[in-house]
Structure formats: structure tokens, C-alpha cells
């Protein structure tokens, strides 16, 4: 299974970014994806999950700004993010588990500053 994300880099306050994360390995219209973020000496922490059915739930601190989607004919699922602040500076990673296996994409950092 591999997890290959991209996508980030620096943006303004107030600017966009779009993550994607293309999927391999795996059946992937049959798994639920998510996207997590870490900054140093943090927990990693839950951004944004989106369910093989397309239900989505986010974390309270993105909500109305970041949106999940997938596309399983491109095995790939995204994460727009717009209104970033500066608290939005982490390493992102994309994640799906397969029963009790956690499979990780490599990370892609996201950089808010003017």
C-alpha cells in the first residue's frame, strides 16, 4: 500500500492551497481517507476524514474552510484548504487503515506566512 501526498508549500494569510494524495494498493473506493497535520513537539491530529460513502467529518478549527473530496476513478483524495492562518503550519499527511493497519503518506508541509 503506498500513500503518495502533494500539494503544499507557502501560501499567504488568507490564501489557498490544494493537498492530493493518489492511492495505491488498495481497493480505494472501499476505505474511508484522512487528512492529519503535525507541527514539532504536537500529536499529530485529525484534519479532515472522508468515508467510503462520501460523509465527511472535520476538526472544528478547519471547519467552513478546509473541504475533503475524493475521486476513486483517480484513487486519489484531496484537501482545499482556504482562509489559511498561520495556525495551519504543519507537516500534512494522508492516512486510510485497513482493519488494524494504518497506512501513512510521507507528508507535505504547508507553510502560512506572509
Known amino acids: 500500500v503506498q500513500l503518495q501526498a502533494s500539494g503544499g508549500g507557502l501560501a499567504r494569510p488568507g490564501g489557498s492551497l490544494s493537498l492530493s494524495c493518489v492511492v495505491s494498493g488498495i481497493p480505494f473506493s472501499m476505505y474511508g481517507m484522512g487528512w492529519y497535520r503535525q507541527v514539532p513537539g504536537k500529536q499529530r491530529e485529525l484534519v479532515a476524514h472522508i468515508n467510503n460513502d462520501r460523509s465527511t467529518n472535520y476538526d472544528v478549527s478547519v471547519r467552513g474552510r478546509f473541504t475533503i473530496r475524493r475521486d476513486n476513478a483517480k484513487s486519489t483524495v484531496y484537501l482545499d484548504m482556504k482562509s489559511l492562518n498561520s495556525e495551519d503550519t504543519a507537516v500534512y499527511y494522508c492516512?486510510?487503515?485497513?482493519?488494524?493497519?494504518?497506512?501513512w503518506g510521507q507528508g507535505t508541509q504547508v507553510t502560512v506566512s506572509s
Open positions: 492516512q486510510t487503515r485497513q482493519g488494524p493497519q494504518e497506512y
